[in-house]
């Protein structure tokens, strides 16, 4: 009976793991909370969510970028320097013209240059069929250059009338005894973002695109996709998710800073390999990226909340990304194996 009942209960668990072990890190982030909670009383406060939520705003919208270039087979290191380059221009354009083009309006020129910046990328991956990680390491160099020696080095304090306003703006505030605790309204575009990049992988032929491009690319194109057309828009499309956040960074920071965002990759990146993404393509979800952004968010505030230096905090996430890529490299040796055992059986 029990032998009987075996693909049941491997069907369930396999429906309560996901497909890229999101039940996994969803246990892990309830473990460690409930262990937090236990150290140390305030940390299990809404203070402490809302500010793991206002912090994870930024990052999350930065790992979706990076979430597609990873499922496409590639790895992105520039979305930093297109983030701040979009933001800092944008504001420093509103500055020299002494106007304030509205919210929206700066979020269009921002995500134009994050656009055009992309396509750069894109354009000289697709083009030359270049290493993506010697790319974007050599043009986030070239971003930062052009950004600090033609647009800008000086730190801004004074932003458009319209960011000043953004930045202040919340959408619930709740009274404690001790403290106010606020959400912060750029929570509901990033939500809005999070269901659009997900339908896009899912609903649509050019996220299944993405997805066959990571698989692999020549059987990809041997199936009728348009290769090179899928990496340039999804770069394109990663530039605009990174002015976006460059422009999100400003606002919450209330100020532009050319050096900003400077040495964030590394939780990012770390953040997505986490939540399940394949760092040899063809496998990723929007939800494991949350999961693995609130993971690093929570992990960081809890090592503040204990009095853990901050370089050990940088310890803390790069030896979570080795083990998460240690993790899928065993995976996929043990998967390869396994079609190789079943060739043989077959043969």
């Known amino acids: 009976m029990s032998d009987l009942l075996a693909p049941i209960r491997d069907i369930r668990l396999s429906t309560l793991r996901g497909a890229n072990n999101e039940g996994v890190l969803a246990l892990v982030l309830l473990v460690l909370i409930i262990a937090m909670a236990l150290i140390s009383p305030s940390f299990f406060t809404v203070g ?100 600090v020696a033609y647009i800008g080095s000086r730190y801004i304090a004074d932003l458009p009338a319209s960011m000043s306003a953004a930045s202040t703006a919340n959408i619930i505030s709740i009274r404690t005894e001790n403290t106010d605790a606020f959400l912060h309204v750029l929570v509901v575009p990033v939500v809005a973002l999070c269901v659009l990049v997900a339908w896009l992988l899912r609903g649509t032929i050019f996220g299944r695109g993405i997805y066959a491009v990571g698989g692999d690319a020549e059987a990809a194109r041997r199936a009728g996709f348009a290769v090179t057309r899928i990496q340039i828009t999804l770069y394109v499309l990663a530039g605009v998710l990174a002015a976006f956040a460059g422009v999100l960074h400003v606002i919450l920071g209330r100020n532009a800073n050319p050096q900003a965002l400077v040495g964030t990759e590394l939780d990012i990146i770390a953040a997505v390999v986490l939540g399940g993404a394949s760092i040899f393509g063809g496998r990723g979800s929007v939800l494991g990226t949350v999961l693995g952004v609130l993971l690093v968010q929570l992990i960081n505030n809890s090592l503040i909340l204990v009095g853990v230096p901050t370089a050990w905090q940088r310890t803390a996430v790069g030896v979570l990304l080795i083990v998460g890529v240690g993790i899928q490299a065993l995976s996929a040796k043990r998967q390869s194996k396994r079609v190789f055992v079943n060739e043989e059986a077959g043969a």
Do not use: K, W
Request: hydrophobic residues 60%.
């Open 48 to 147: 402490t969510l809302f500010s793991i939520l206002r912090g994870a705003i930024v990052p999350t919208v930065f790992a979706l970028g990076v979430l597609i270039v990873i499922i496409s087979g590639g790895i992105d290191v520039s979305f930093a320097a297109i983030a701040i380059f979009a933001g800092y221009s944008t504001v420093r354009l509103a500055e020299a013209g002494g106007f304030d083009p509205g919210l929206i309006g700066i979020f269009v020129i921002a995500c134009g240059m994050g656009a055009l910046l992309g396509l750069v990328n894109g354009a000289v991956i697709a083009r030359f069929r270049l290493s993506t990680l010697i790319v974007t390491l050599g043009t986030q160099g070239i971003f930062r250059g052009i950004l």
